[in-house]
């Protein structure tokens, strides 16, 4: 009984681990499309012929790590409290002044948001600001929810630091949207691959995974190009310049005396 107790455990536990996996690269892979579509790349095909941990590591970029560290931070306010976090008694109305704590911190994060996807060139409008509103208050309400389920059932067995946990788990999704919207509307960094022979490429870097680098082409028909990372990538402002290659500088240098 022991061992098929443990077994059941391990079983839960893995499928709970893929389970996580599945949703960061779901996350990942929708930001991924709708940075392509912004560049006018192809998505669906694309998607479907990227490597696994490209995908994952988008949805740990602008998923895991903003909820990472939004329930470090509540953590680490509880845990400057003397009290923990308590769920409150289901018959109980939320009170005005919760209602506007709600509303304040929703606010505060589009804003937030808005102002980052300014600074990124990101066009966010009005409808944009929106429903990113929509979906935090509904993602708040829906931690909420699962917080006084959770709470109310295991209060008795919970110490502290494990309602402190749990808590900040669930308040930390609340800023994944957000940084979704972001890293979607993210403008793709200007890049090139100096290669021998001269024959180098340019574009927008998609990313890159193991050996070999993703590029999309800047000018039509708008491909991926998949190739191996043997030479230099140059990624950022000025990346496409001519003659930034170092083969390139040198020749350039020739030519000059």
């Known amino acids: 009984m022991h061992d098929g107790h443990v077994v059941k455990q391990i079983s839960e536990a893995l499928g709970l681990l893929a389970g996580a996996v599945g949703a960061v690269y779901l996350l990942g892979a929708i930001v991924l499309a709708l940075r392509l579509q912004t560049h006018d790349l192809p998505t669906l095909a694309v998607l479907s012929n990227l490597p696994r941990e490209l995908v994952i590591s988008v949805g740990l970029t602008y998923a895991v790590v903003p909820w990472l560290l939004t329930a ?62 929509l979906t935090l208050l509904l993602l708040t309400l829906l931690a909420n929810a699962v917080w006084r389920v959770l709470a109310t059932r295991y209060a008795d067995k919970w110490t502290r630091p494990v309602a402190i946990g749990v808590a900040a788990a669930l308040t930390g999704l609340v800023a994944v949207p957000a940084f979704v ?7 793709l960094a200007d890049a090139q691959l100096c290669v021998d022979g001269g024959v180098h490429l340019k574009g927008w870097l998609v990313g890159e995974a193991g050996d070999r680098v993703y590029l999309g ?41």
């Open 72 to 133: 470090a931070a509540v953590a680490v306010f509880w845990f400057l409290r003397e009290e923990a976090p308590r769920a409150r008694g289901s018959a109980r109305p939320v009170s005005v002044s919760e209602a506007a704590r709600a509303l304040i911190l929703t606010a505060v994060a589009v804003t937030v948001a808005w102002l980052a996807l300014h600074q990124l060139d990101g066009s966010f409008g009005v409808w944009d600001a929106v429903a990113l509103s």
């Open 181 to 187: 919207e972001i890293g979607a509307r993210a403008p």
């Open 217 to 257: 082409e800047n000018v039509d028909p708008h491909r991926i190009v998949s190739a191996p990372l043997s030479g230099e990538l140059y990624v950022g402002p000025d990346a496409t310049e001519a003659d930034i290659c170092r083969a390139d500088r040198v020749t350039s240098a020739t030519d000059r005396r």
